[in-house]
């Protein structure tokens, strides 16, 4: 690719793939309302509103590919969601559309099925059962990309993050661990896929105790090669056992079930005159 775009670029995940995916275009664009680090060689570095629709096409414009990671990442305030995670994936594809259609990576979430049991093995076919409104919009982004596929031709994978993190810090990472290695594997695998389409694919790596199947997306020839069974002796003997009726081990979405609906700004502000 000439120009490939990243957009949260400023946080934890975006950082990690700033590092990482150089070698997939002779330009990364990176993206954020947040402070980034100065641009590098190859790099350009833009500070973008997910929320302005003119800033996000004059962003998408020039780019073959889209790593989309920007927007809230836990739960918030209903305003704060919608603004950058409703009206900022809406903004993106339209630009997406008005721009070529240049293929996307969507950081979906485990979130939006957060509800389902532990117990339950879930396929890419499964019932969304979102946990908070972070997952509903995630579960708002994932139908945006199914319709604009469907109407357009827009390519999407669908990547439905579990605990993308170093190394596995707890119980439920057990089954949701998806290792830096494996998510930038993905990518490349993403991005060199001869046909896309608009694929649903589990964001985790290959554990053992793991709760998704991604048979679904086996098309694209990607292949975690990671595991967080290699990570369990430490867990068992540092991490206390959650007990039987916490939601972190009754619930796929973990202590997101146990989220209250955080107050509007507006009522916050009346709550406390």
């Not at 957009?7 to 402070?35: N, Q, V």
């Not at 339950?120 to 199914?146: N, Q």
């Not at 998510?183 to 993403?190: D, G, H, K, M, Q």
């Amino acid at each position: 690719m000439k120009r490939l775009l990243i957009t949260g670029a400023g946080g934890g995940l975006g950082r990690m793939l700033r590092a990482r995916l150089g070698h997939m275009a002779e330009t990364l664009r990176l993206s954020d309302i947040a402070a980034m680090e100065p641009a590098g060689p190859d790099e350009e570095v833009v500070t973008c509103d997910l929320a302005d629709a003119e800033a996000v096409h004059e962003l998408v414009a020039d780019c073959d590919g889209v790593v989309h990671l920007g927007g809230v990442s836990v739960e918030r305030e209903y305003e704060l969601i919608e603004a950058a995670n409703l009206r900022g994936v809406y903004n993106l594809y339209e630009a997406a559309r008005a721009h070529g259609r240049p293929r996307i990576v969507f950081a979906s979430s485990n979130h939006v099925v957060g509800y389902h049991p532990q117990t339950a093995r879930l396929d890419a076919g499964c019932s969304l059962r979102p946990d908070s409104l972070y997952g509903v919009s995630k579960a708002y982004g994932e139908a945006m990309a199914s319709l604009y596929h469907d109407k357009f031709g827009q390519e999407t994978a669908i990547v439905r993050i579990g605990s993308c993190t170093p190394e596995p810090v707890d119980w439920r990472m057990l089954s949701t661990w998806f290792s830096h290695d494996d998510f930038v594997s993905l990518i490349e695998a993403v991005f060199r896929a001869p046909h896309l389409g608009c694929p649903v694919v589990w964001g985790a790596s290959a554990n053992d105790a793991g709760w998704w199947d991604n048979a679904a997306a086996g098309y694209l020839g990607w292949q975690p090669r990671d595991n967080a069974a290699a990570h369990a002796a430490r867990i068992h003997r540092d991490v206390p056992r959650p007990g039987p009726r916490a939601a972190v081990v009754r619930f796929q979405g973990g202590a997101f079930t146990d989220e209250p609906i955080h107050g509007s700004r507006a009522q916050n502000r009346k709550d406390k005159t």
